[in-house]
């Protein structure tokens, strides 16, 4: 018997076995499936998907055999791995590498044929083989199909990689979600103290400086207002972003859509110029997030109030629901949406405008926070607008299967 040799690329290769997450772990149909049907192809009694460790043979899947690995040194896979293509031992005990090895003696692994499973860096990771009781050959069908199945183990092998990755960055993501959180709390902790303190003191200053002070100090006291203002703004937004999976992941509840819209107009109805009208006018319930919703609604409102440019602000909701969803459509009579800026206003700190009719620059926050809360709610909003006449935002949230049983 001869040992198989190590491949001189080990180091590299057996960190590329490793990648995979593959060893020890339990069988999986996948891969079960893949020996099964080999095993009837080449007409032989034992199929195996296996990978070369350090000091091993493990096996991945092993149709016809009830064994979880054997030693490397005795393995035919060791020296499979060495070879560019097929190995094929037509009977092992002429072959001087096996006569008396004891897969051969005790298992009677006389014929053998593996195809060595080669990652995208070239990478000979282990073999899809086969083995008999008695020496014979494969036809060239057979060897096609070995060697078409291994290039499918390989692929299994890539998308268990891909998603390993994906779970990594999924990981990651939401490590850096929990930090984002943290420091939105930091913010609001260390900085909305120290700006209420600033606005008050401006609020002190302009009242005295209506008397004593300059046009020019009265400018710079105004800039001074409007910087915190803008900055208190930003705080408040973020907090509310970085808050929507809690928002949106609260206790559903029956929502009734009147009093929701009822509590929307008394938060958001500025004075007479402002009409918020709704329908139905007859309560129907939601089965959702009471938190979420108003925040949504709340968000789309007051952006429809505050980019308005008419003599009187009209905002109409109405809401419909089908067999599977929630449908809920903001209308608005307002400046509306230029095209070239329809694509992006969801994103964060991207505006449609440079300021609202008050002269406030906006924080590209509110709307983010909508399309984060609806995505969280498993839902989505669409908006169509033409510039100068308003925009509709065409809400869908998806019913919750819990939510019809109860009702």
């Known amino acids: 018997m001869i040992a198989p040799a190590i491949p001189v690329n080990e180091v590299e290769r057996q960190q590329a076995v490793e990648k995979y997450n593959l060893l020890d772990t339990m069988p999986e149909e996948r891969y079960d499936n893949i020996t099964a049907i080999v095993a009837a192809i080449c007409d032989a009694p034992i199929a195996l998907i296996t990978l070369v460790d350090k000091g091993r043979n493990f096996i991945k899947s092993g149709h016809g055999l009830d064994l979880r690995e054997s030693p490397r040194p005795i393995s035919f896979c060791g020296h499979a791995i060495l070879e560019d293509s097929i190995m094929i031992v037509k009977d092992a005990r002429d072959d001087a590498r096996f006569f008396n090895n004891p897969i051969v003696k005790e298992m009677k692994a006389i014929f053998y044929a593996g195809v060595p499973l080669v990652d995208s860096n ?15 050959v494969l036809n060239e069908a057979q060897k096609t199909a070995l060697n078409a199945m291994a290039k499918q183990v390989m692929y299994l092998f890539e998308e268990r990689y891909k998603n390993i990755q994906l779970e990594a960055l999924k990981q990651e993501l939401l490590l850096r979600n929990v930090e984002l959180k943290d420091f939105a709390g930091i913010v609001s902790h260390d900085l909305k103290a120290p700006l209420s303190n600033i606005n008050m003191i401006v609020t002190m200053l302009s009242k005295d400086a209506n008397v004593t002070a300059s046009a020019k100090s009265m400018e ?3 800039y001074l207002n409007d910087a915190t ?12 972003f970085y808050k929507s999976d809690e928002l949106a992941n609260a206790d559903f509840s029956h929502v009734s859509f009147v009093d929701l819209m009822e509590d929307l107009i008394t938060m958001c109805k500025v ?3 402002v009409v918020i009208n709704y329908a139905p006018e007859y309560d129907v319930s939601i ?3 009471d938190q979420a919703l108003h925040q949504i609604l709340l968000n789309l409102i007051t ?13 109409e909701v109405c809401f419909r629901e089908s067999e599977t969803d929630y449908h809920i459509e903001v209308h608005d009579n307002g400046m509306g949406i230029s095209e070239d800026k329809i694509s992006t206003v969801f994103q964060l700190f991207t505006t449609a405008r440079e300021s609202d009719k008050y002269g406030n620059k906006g924080t590209g926050i509110g709307l983010a926070t909508v399309s984060r809360l609806l995505e969280q709610l498993g839902g989505k909003i669409d ?20 939510a019809q049983l109860l009702s």
């Open 383 to 402: 908006v169509t607008s033409t510039f100068g006449e308003g925009c509709t935002f065409k809400l869908h949230i998806p019913k919750n299967s819990l």
């Open 220 to 222: 710079y006291v105004g």
């Open 122 to 136: 070239g990478y000979k990771l282990g073999t899809l083989c086969v083995y008999d009781h008695e020496p014979r």
């Open 287 to 289: 089965y959702s997030s």
């Open 303 to 315: 952006n429809a109030i505050k980019y308005n440019d008419k003599k009187q602000t009209i905002v």
């Open 229 to 240: 203002t803008t900055m208190a703004s930003y705080i408040d937004g973020m907090l509310t």
């Open 271 to 273: 004075d007479d110029s």
